[in-house]
């Protein structure tokens, strides 16, 4: 069974920042991609950003202000956000695609807000 374990959310003012982690555990084989995604109220799940080997993947409205990466050792991966926005505001979830299958995490809070 695998299991992913978000930590990191919070409020935020405006052009402040956060370090969102999401650390995997149990059986992992073939690991594709790890990433984040985000959910607003009211809106669909979307890419935020992924991680395969050495290459990365953002959303648009992101690139410059968040990086992703990932400490294999660890089985654990990052997202750094800086110069938040309130329109990041949002449910963010962890995914980790493998072989296996694909998963993921419970979620973390991120609130942008004056």
């Known amino acids: 069974q695998v299991q992913l374990v978000e930590s990191g959310g919070g409020l935020v003012h405006p052009g402040g920042s956060l370090r969102l982690s999401c650390a995997a555990s149990?059986?992992?084989?073939?690991?594709?991609?790890m990433g984040w995604y985000r959910q607003a109220p009211g809106k669909q799940r979307d890419l935020v950003a992924t991680?395969?080997?050495?290459?990365?993947n953002y959303k648009d409205s992101v690139k410059g202000r968040f990086t992703i990466s990932r400490d294999n050792a660890k089985n654990t991966v990052y997202l750094q956000m800086n110069d938040l926005k309130a329109e990041d505001t949002a449910v963010y979830f962890c995914?980790?695609?493998?072989?296996?299958?694909?998963?993921w995490g419970q979620g973390t809070q991120v609130t942008v807000s004056s």
């Open positions: 995914n980790l695609r493998m072989a296996l299958g694909d998963y």
């Open positions: 991680i395969s080997g050495g290459s990365t």
């Open positions: 149990g059986t992992m084989f073939r690991i594709y991609t």
